[in-house]
T-cell receptor, first 112, second 118 residues
Framework: DGGITQSPKYLFRKEGQNVTLSCEQN?????MYWYRQDPGQGLRLIYY???????QKGDIAEGYSVSREKKESFPLTVTSAQKNPTAFYLC???????????FGDGTRLSIL | AQTVTQSQPEMSVQEAETVTLSCTYD???????LFWYKQPPSRQMILVIR??????QNATENRFSVNFQKAAKSFSLKISDSQLGDTAMYFC???????????????FGKGTKLSVKP
């Protein structure tokens, strides 16, 4: 079945450590996105990618980095520069930037 | 900048009854999309319904329908014959259509927690 796979489901980060969240899709979608969700809040866009080897900052990109070396994959690195990384992270994809976005099951990141 | 406001943090409805969730938005764009997403306790975001701003006809998907009032910048979701499985957070979202920056950026409201009671 086609879909979006995020791993791991739960992730813990130590102070000063970079961690990478995985997002893989087999929907043959060109566009991929990363969102952050805080308690009681809607989602906020971190980064998005319209096509392989291209990505753009969203509203809250500081302290995060991404790569898009393959169409299927869009990993997100939460760097030590992100001072408040505890949140729920959702990856999404769409056929193009104007098609509805489909979401993965999310990764919950916590600080040790 | 676009904003999306959901004024009802929590709502409840009896099973089989009808409930309406409110959403207003602010934008200077003339061409855009509006969405309702559902987030059940499993936390996955599920697309419920989509409306193109240029279409006057309200979108419908089975038990879910919208009341889109473009002039009033209002986009409410009506759930008919509510079922226990409809219990979830519901998010209203806006997306600009067209190029020139911010394309593909979904702007979300803070959500409405809906509880369907047996």
């Amino acid at each position: 079945d086609g879909g979006i796979t995020q791993s791991p489901k739960y992730l813990f980060r130590k102070e000063g450590q970079n961690v990478t969240l995985s997002c893989e899709q087999n929907l043959n979608h060109d566009a991929m996105y990363w969102y952050r969700q805080d308690p009681g809040q809607g989602l906020r866009l971190i980064y998005y990618s319209q096509i392989v080897n291209d990505f753009q900052k969203g509203d809250i990109a500081e302290g995060y980095s991404v790569s898009r070396e393959k169409k299927e994959s869009f990993p997100l690195t939460v760097t030590s520069a992100q001072k408040n990384p505890t949140a729920f992270y959702l990856c999404a994809s769409s056929g193009d930037l104007f098609q509805p976005q489909h979401f993965g099951d999310g990764t919950r990141l916590s600080i040790l | 900048a676009q904003t999306v406001t959901q004024s009802q943090p929590e709502m409840s409805v009896q099973e089989a009854e009808t409930v309406t969730l409110s959403c207003t938005y602010d934008t200077s764009e003339s061409n855009y999309y509006l969405f309702w997403y559902k987030q059940p306790p499993s936390r996955q975001m599920i697309l419920v319904i989509r409306q193109e701003a240029y279409k006057q006809q309200n979108a419908t998907e089975n038990r879910f329908s919208v009341n889109f009032q473009k002039a009033a910048k209002s986009f409410s979701l009506k759930i008919s014959d509510s079922q226990l499985g409809d219990t979830a957070m519901y998010f209203c979202a806006f997306m600009k259509h067209g190029y020139g920056g911010s394309q593909g950026n979904l702007i979300f409201g803070k959500g409405t927690k809906l509880s369907v009671k047996p």
